[in-house]
């Protein structure tokens, strides 16, 4: 059977990584605020969390840029930090990493509770890979990481950057300024230079922000290879897509958290499950086939022939449904659960947050 | 955490590397100093030898003020860039993310700016003193070698170098415009070469005790320097750009 390239180069990477076996998509853990489901540590102890973050508040002046925001997230999660420009994604990075003092609050990253004076103790433990490279021009891909080994005091400088710049496919560039990569190629120096201290935490700020579908595909690629090591990482992000693809949990930020949890567990929350649908024609008597069905606890005709069924469970709705439209002698279409997206999700606390100002 | 002279090491490294493929620096270092070489030798080898005491002393005086002015001059663009540079690059962010401390960071950047400066301002110097003792008349030679001029030379040219390259990093660290940055600290430069020029043309009688009184302030002043420009480093308002 022939593989697609993207398979294949997704599993050099792994095991250029070393990474170990990716879990079975069923039993995959989800670490987080529930200790119960949190996956075994990579980084830490077992009663730890990666972040632990309690009522952090920033203002600057009379601005929030964010306030009383909490959550948790454990070792080896992928956690999806999301909000519109401006709703405080990146000021709580700068934050849990120690460029920006809060205003109040607590929390604790990778360990070390968060305080000016464990500045330096804290970001040697992490590493952020901000919105913009912001790499040497002039100087090579090399020459760039030997700076930022330099500042970390790594050893086995030579090994380390050799085992990043494999990590993200660069070795072959190792020699190049990086003023002659594509912003793509930069991007993934970047996140090269972020691997270099084995961190705890791995902040990623935007990181397909301006890149083609090509490149962001790479980003992902990687970051899926990260994430199947093992490595915690925190992803801000306002691509909706990418947050589902990558994440194991998300936080919805617009100045406050407005929804911490998993993608499905924030589409139930917010949206009722349901059925759509399709008949040829329309039905004579809709409320007679949906009356009294199992698990059918409403129904509504979305358009001509389509209707929309909300349901407690559909699992024993849809079975029921289809025997109901058979009986009345129906020609079904299409008959399926009725599908939201994290956008739906996002779209829907952001439009909740502009009805409540303008009110 | 102690002070890191590895971290301070990585920055120096990382910034000699950027000058040496930065044209605009080469040039500057380069064209700087061949005035400087320049003015100084015409003005030793044009003064007659028979000229008065006087006169002779305030030419070797001028020629020799022409020399400080590479120490005082040289380090001030560079260093102005070093901070605000960083930050209009993108690149400030990616380092503050690291464990350096800040005083690392400025210590780097500052040895940084210091190394080519103190090597072409003694070269520069040393040419001079070459030319003075090839060329010029040995009245003349001898008036330049002459007691306290290679001794205020010696010592201020670091001492200057380091007025110049902190007062560049503060201008650089609360600045949010490269080009103010760096005509601030051009105009900052001058005041300790206005000391100096008094020295040399003798308004202030020059003698080795004063010389090393005024090196002792130069160097107190550059020690509380470093002090102040570590505490005026807000890391806060560098990334974001608040004021706090």
Known sequence: MRRSPFVRKRRLVAALLGAPMAPEPGTQAVGGADSASRPSTLGGSEDQSALVVEHLSKRFGERVAFDDVSFEVGYGEVFGFLGPNGAGKTTTVRTLGTLVAPTSGSATVAGIPLSAENGPAIRARISIMPESPGLYRRLTVTENLECFAGLYELDDVGGRIERALRAVNLLDRAGDPCGSLSKGLRQRVALARALLNDPTVLFLDEPTSGLDPVATHDVHELIVSLRERGVTIFLTTHRLEEAERLCHRVAILNTTLRLVGRPDELRERLFNQALEVRVRGSLADPGVVFGDLPGVDGWQESSSGGYELAVSDPGIAAPAVARALVSAGADILSLAESRHSLEDVYLQLIDEDVEAKRR | ?244
């Open chain 2, 1 to 244: 955490m102690r002070f890191s002279w590895t971290r301070v090491r990585a920055i120096l490294v990382k910034e000699l590397r950027d000058y040496r493929r930065n044209r605009f620096v080469i040039g500057t270092m380069a064209f700087l100093p061949v005035i400087f070489i320049a003015a100084p030798i015409v003005q030793l080898l044009t003064v007659s030898a028979s000229a008065a005491s006087s006169k002779l002393d305030a030419r070797v005086g001028i020629s020799l003020l022409y020399l400080l002015l590479i120490p005082a001059f040289l380090p001030s663009t560079l260093s102005a860039y070093s901070v605000v540079g960083e930050r209009e690059q993108g690149t400030l962010e990616p380092i503050l993310i690291t464990p350096i401390r800040r005083e690392e960071f400025l210590v780097g950047k500052a040895l940084a700016v210091a190394a080519p400066t103190l090597t072409i301002a003694y070269a520069i110097f040393g040419i001079f003193l070459a030319a003075a003792a090839l060329f010029a008349h040995p009245g003349i030679a001898s008036a330049v070698f002459a007691g306290s001029h290679i001794l205020v030379q010696l010592v201020f040219t670091p001492l200057l170098a380091g007025w110049s390259i902190w007062v560049g990093i503060a201008i650089s660290a609360r600045s949010t415009d490269i080009r103010v940055a760096q005509q601030l600290s051009v105009l900052a430069s001058l005041p300790p070469l206005g000391i100096v020029a008094l020295m040399q043309f003798k308004v202030i009688t020059p003698s080795t005790g004063l010389a090393l009184g005024l090196a002792a302030v130069l160097l107190a002043v550059d020690v509380l320097g470093w002090r102040a420009v570590a505490a005026m480093f807000d890391r806060e308002r560098l990334v974001t750009g608040a004021r706090t």
